[in-house]
């Protein structure tokens, strides 16, 4: 390897190892002649056009994240795993993120590690937290998320092992006309649904059967479970 490369290799080792990297990250001149080099010399992993990865020792995806420097947040029923003592086990990952191709370009690293990687551009606020090297979203974004997904289940099961700590009073006042995809009901009146019968109280019932009945579904098991 010539030198200026061996010098470039290190300086990317540097400030990114493990992590995904395009051009505008490197600042350096010539940094897409030398980035394509450093690929043909197999020092380098090309992801897709534009996008690098630089290498590092990882035993899983969420090593891989901790590593990769760009932003992302896990999000939806990957957020809901954590909150909810991993009630519903899932193999696959889902994040938010805001730059297009980043996006694709995680998800294309995945392909080739063998994970299921899901990331989704964003432009909406993002709510979150630190949490062991990682991002993720606040317990209560996490349950607008999986119902937005129909993803009861998770959704329900923060809101059981949560009880004492979740703000559902601010989540139901910032999502008050908010409706589920594909139906007239609104999230506030799954929420308040939902809430009263994990706290045993009476509950207005739910006016479409199809969605109720999946609530009703979800519930049963959260609470027989939880």
Partial sequence: MKP????????????????????????????KEYLSSLVKEGA???????????????????D?????????????QTAASIWNGDFIHRDSCVLKVRDRSYAKALE???????????AEYTTEE???VGMEGLLVETM???????????????AFAILYHNKDEIGLTEVKRRHYWERLPRS???LRQILEYAWSRIMGQPARSIRDEYVKRN????????????
């Fill in 108 to 118: 294309r690293f995945g392909e080739t590690r063998g994970w299921e990687i899901h």
């Fill in 44 to 62: 380098l992993e090309r992801v897709m056009w534009g996008w690098y990865w630089v290498p590092a020792k990882m035993s899983d995806v969420y």
């Fill in 140 to 154: 209560e974004q996490a349950v607008v998320d999986c119902l937005r997904r129909y993803a009861f289940h998770d």
């Fill in 215 to 226: 609530v009703d579904e979800a519930l049963d098991r959260v609470i027989a479970l939880g």
């Fill in 184 to 186: 007239n009901i609104r």
């Fill in 4 to 31: 200026y490369l061996r010098k470039f290799k290190r300086h990317l080792e540097t400030r990114f190892k493990g992590s995904l990297v395009k051009v505008s990250h490197v600042g350096k001149p010539h940094a």
């Fill in 64 to 76: 891989f994240l901790r590593m990769d420097m760009n932003f992302k947040v896990l999000s939806g």
């Fill in 126 to 128: 993002l709510r979150y």
